[in-house]
């Protein structure tokens, strides 16, 4: 293989720098010329494909989001479009493509490969919620990011005896919830993953109260319920000043933690050189440590992520 290109996709993620700058770094390392394409899909429809060096790299391991940009393109779900996409990188000889993004990312290399392109996935989201492998590129950070908001909350809420809801992103995965909740100590935690009882959060409220307990921190995925009505109803129930605070788009920046640029560092070189093997349509995971890799095809519509009952367990018993 002659010349690879890379683009980052979909949601951002802090580690999406230093796993361009492993595919980059390492196809140069074997005489292997490698294209960046900017925004996603959206940049190699209109042709945003730029030749990258080793300069292209310099000082980006320690830097937030993805300096290649990304984008939401609807449009990709179109073939024809898809196949416009194909020819330009043709045109630029580039034969194969590395995609670091979530879910829906993945969809789109699942279907570039499917038109005989060949494309790895590296599983780039804050969310953790893509299939075979244990870790997303981001995901580690993000959750610091949210555990250090939530300390904050804790402070203020103890000093006026508040409930505090915390929405927490993930879409439609509750692991950035369930670890924030193990690792802010929170009183309740609410994910997509396991039904949601109004009366029985009622009830480990007042449970606590009786403890003693000065505040109560509720920590909930984005998308289950509203969480200013919910705030509201429990204000209601309890007499107790209750508080939403939604994170939103702080979660996503930020330095990447150390343990997102080793992870993303991996993935990236492992990636050119499942390719550099011959190897295509492939996802890449990282699984009890190790690297490995699945049919993204095999990944996309027959692998589920195993929920993490032990966590959910544990938030509870520890409140
Ligand atoms: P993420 O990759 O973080 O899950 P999205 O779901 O927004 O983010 O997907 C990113 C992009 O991937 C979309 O904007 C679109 O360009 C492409 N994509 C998503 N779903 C498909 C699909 N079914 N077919 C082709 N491309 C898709």
Same mark, same amino acid.
């Given at each position: ?40 899909? @959206?940049?190699?429809?209109? &042709? ?10 310099? #000082? ?6 993805? !300096?290649?940009?990304?984008?939401? !393109? ?32 993945? =969809? ?22 893509? @299939? ?7 995901? =580690? ?6 555990? #250090? ?5 804790? &402070? ?12 927490? =992103? ?12 193990? @690792? ?75 343990? &997102?640029?080793?992870? @993303?560092?991996?993935?990236?070189? !492992? ?23 699945? #049919? ?5 519509? &027959? ?7 032990? /966590?959910?367990? /544990? ?5």
């Amino acid at each position: 293989i002659k010349k690879i290109g890379i683009l980052t996709s979909g949601g951002d993620a802090p580690g999406m720098n230093p796993a361009i700058r492993a595919v980059v770094r390492t196809c140069l390392a074997n005489g292997i010329e490698v294209y960046g394409i900017y925004d996603g899909y @959206a940049g190699l429809h209109a &042709d945003k494909i730029v030749k990258l060096e080793r300069r292209s790299v310099s #000082d980006v391991i320690n830097r937030g989001g993805t !300096f290649l940009g990304t984008a939401r !393109f609807p449009e990709f779900k179109e073939e024809q479009v898809r196949r416009e996409a194909i020819q330009n990188l043709e045109k630029h000889g580039i034969e194969a493509l590395v995609v670091v993004g979530g879910d829906g990312s993945y =969809m789109g290399a699942k279907k570039l490969s499917e038109m005989g392109y060949p494309c790895i996935g590296v599983p780039g989201t804050i969310d953790n919620d893509i @299939a075979g492998t244990d870790y997303t590129i981001g995901f =580690m950070t993000c959750l610091n990011t949210i555990v #250090d908001a939530v300390d904050r909350l804790r &402070d203020t809420s103890s000093s006026h005896n508040r409930i505090s809801i915390v929405e927490i =992103m993930g879409r439609y995965c509750g692991d950035l919830t369930l670890w924030a909740s193990v @690792a802010g100590g929170s009183e309740y935690v609410i994910v997509p993953e396991k039904d949601f009882c109004e009366e029985a959060l009622l009830a480990q409220l007042a449970d606590g109260e009786a403890k003693g307990k000065k505040h109560a921190i509720i920590a909930i995925t984005e998308h289950v319920t509203d969480v200013n009505a919910l705030a509201k109803r429990i204000e209601e129930q309890t007499g107790r000043e209750t508080r939403a605070t939604i994170l939103g788009h702080i979660q996503r920046g930020g330095a990447p933690m150390a343990f &997102d640029r080793v992870l @993303a560092s991996r993935m990236g070189v !492992f990636s050119v050189e499942l390719l550099m093997k011959g190897e295509s349509a492939r996802c890449i995971g990282i699984q009890n440590g190790k690297m490995v890799h699945h #049919d993204i095809i095999h990944c996309l519509e &027959d692998m589920k992520r195993p929920f993490r009952e032990d /966590l959910f367990e /544990l938030s509870n018993v520890l409140f």
